[in-house]
């Protein structure tokens, strides 16, 4: 998902999002662990979606608190 798709969720979305990305690495890991994995850039793309939800969502609450 782009930047730009993400900005236009709200930040309930976001959370949401967030939850669910955060789950499926955790399923990722250990898959990866357990040599089941089938697709390994699958992590890479699942940590840079939640670092771009976290880079937003660090914005925001930057934007918001008037620095």
Sequence with gaps: MNA???RKKKDAELVELLDELAAEG????FQRAAMQLASTSRVA????????IKTI???RSRQGAGV
């Design 57 to 59: 969502q660090a914005e």
């Design 45 to 52: 793309q699942v940590r840079r979606e939640i670092a771009r």
């Design 26 to 29: 955790m399923k990722l890991r």
């Design 4 to 6: 730009s798709d993400l």
